[in-house]
């Protein structure tokens, strides 16, 4: 999908302000809710999918394939906004729990190391922010 810029930094920032939600949203995806414009056709593409592989094992596949996209899309974003980067001193507080799912998704997806530099560099500029004997920390 091509969007203009203009749109493409808004439908980020909706992503970015509902994270948490959109995750908790796409956990519960499942084939066998969806919808099509012929029942026959929905028929059809349930019974190709459950002799291929099960319904069970594609709505797997799927959940996977659009948490990944999403991290990477968030990941792009907070790299071009440099909040990644080590001047940044301050998150937004949805940004650092939208860092904060990041770093969880990236590691349930065995992506450890990237995991581990999301969750330090949250964590350090929450120190700069509260200090360190913060009670959040």
Same mark, same amino acid.
């Given at each position: 999908?091509?969007?203009?810029?203009?749109?493409?930094?808004?439908?980020?920032?909706?992503?970015?302000?509902?994270?948490?939600?959109?995750?908790?949203?796409?956990?519960?995806?499942?084939?066998?809710?969806?919808?099509?414009?012929?029942?026959?056709?929905?028929?059809?593409?349930?019974?190709?999918?459950?002799?291929?592989?099960?319904?069970?094992?594609?709505?797997?596949?799927?959940?996977?394939?659009?948490?990944?996209?999403?991290?990477? =899309?968030?990941?792009?974003?907070?790299?071009? $906004? !440099?909040?990644? +980067?080590?001047?940044?001193?301050? #998150? /937004?507080?949805? &940004?650092?729990?939208?860092?904060?799912?990041?770093?969880? =998704?990236?590691?349930?997806?065995?992506?450890? $190391? !990237?995991?581990? +530099?999301?969750?330090?560099?949250? #964590? /350090?500029?929450? &120190?700069?922010?509260?200090?360190?004997?913060?009670?959040? =920390?």
């Amino acid at each position: 999908i091509l969007l203009n810029k203009q749109k493409e930094l808004s439908i980020i920032k909706i992503i970015t302000q509902h994270f948490e939600e959109i995750i908790q949203n796409i956990s519960n995806i499942n084939a066998i809710n969806s919808r099509s414009f012929l029942i026959t056709d929905k028929e059809i593409i349930l019974k190709s999918i459950e002799l291929k592989i099960g319904v069970l094992k594609f709505n797997k596949i799927v959940i996977i394939e659009l948490e990944k996209w999403l991290v990477k =899309l968030v990941l792009d974003e907070l790299e071009k $906004s !440099n909040k990644l +980067n080590e001047k940044e001193t301050f #998150l /937004e507080e949805e &940004e650092f729990a939208m860092m904060i799912e990041i770093g969880t =998704l990236l590691e349930k997806h065995g992506d450890f $190391s !990237n995991a581990e +530099n999301i969750f330090k560099r949250s #964590l /350090e500029i929450q &120190e700069k922010n509260l200090g360190l004997e913060h009670s959040n =920390l």
